[in-house]
């Protein structure tokens, strides 16, 4: 354990000032081209509001963008150890006050939606829900009657030698922004799913229409203390998807789909009727729902 974290945190960001490290252009994470020094946050900015109800703690974390794909990262992290990571993201204040759905609620919204999704076809997919936090979202699809496995180099993991390189669907569920080494989390994923078809479901936000030119980084999902070192762009995922020799289609700001061996038209099809089930799925637990007595 780290005895001081803040000191710990604020010996850190020096070194990286020292160094140039969050100063200097960077080469882009994803495509290479260069990629400038977009703004500059606080360590304690989170997702919620307010973004820093502990205040500010005086820890620069440099944000850089991609001048050809717009892909924005931090490499705050970069050179974090394992303890470093624990200490200072992925603690008991993290789940506690930063991200409070991470025990249950998002777990519970995560495995309905695979199911919508895989339309209930429970013999057809072995599924791993990659960096699957405490490992709920694929207990949940196991009692739905799925194969599902759970990784997750921070959290729980069951991955079973007789299903490794057998996922033939993997779900990862608001993990790009957390993975510092883009390329590195994608073959990853690739190393452990099947050789042949595959479907990756990834869920995260883009920046699109969010992070501009000359603009400031105030989008509530840049937010260093989540752990969000990676805000993608829609281009920047397509790019990291053809360079680990994957396609990918988005549906939504939140919803796209790395893939091998399915067509443009199929994967977008894939997609919208797993859309299109959720909200019917919602549309008729909210009917059933009692109206409360006035």
Known sequence: ?????????????????????????????????????????????????????????????????????G????????????????????????YREVDPDYSERRPRGNALAVDALLAGRQRSWIGLDYGGGNGRTAAMLREMGYRYESYDPFGHSDVTTEAKECYDFCSAFEVAEHAH?????????????????????????VNDGHIREGGRLDWWYASPRNGHVSLHSRLSLQKLAQANGLDCVSLTEQTHLFSRGYTKCEALLFLLSGKIRTRVRRALRSRMIPASSP
Not at 71 to 91: E, P, R
């Open 71 to 94: 892909f924005v990262f931090t490499s705050f992290c970069d050179g974090f150890t394992a303890t470093q990571w624990i200490t200072h993201i992925y603690n008991e204040a993290y």
């Open 1 to 69: 354990m780290i005895a001081d974290p803040r000191s710990d945190l604020q010996r850190h960001a020096q070194r990286l000032l020292d160094e140039g490290v969050g100063t200097n252009a960077h080469p882009c994470k994803v495509c290479g081209e260069p990629a400038l020094v977009y703004d500059v946050l606080d360590f304690a900015m989170t997702c919620n509001v307010p973004r820093m109800r502990s205040g500010a703690m005086g820890v620069p974390v440099y944000y850089h963008r991609c001048v050809a794909c």
């Open 181 to 205: 080494d883009p390329s590195s989390f994608v073959q990853e994923i690739v190393g452990l799913c099947s050789r042949g078809q595959l479907a990756v479901l990834v869920g995260t936000h």
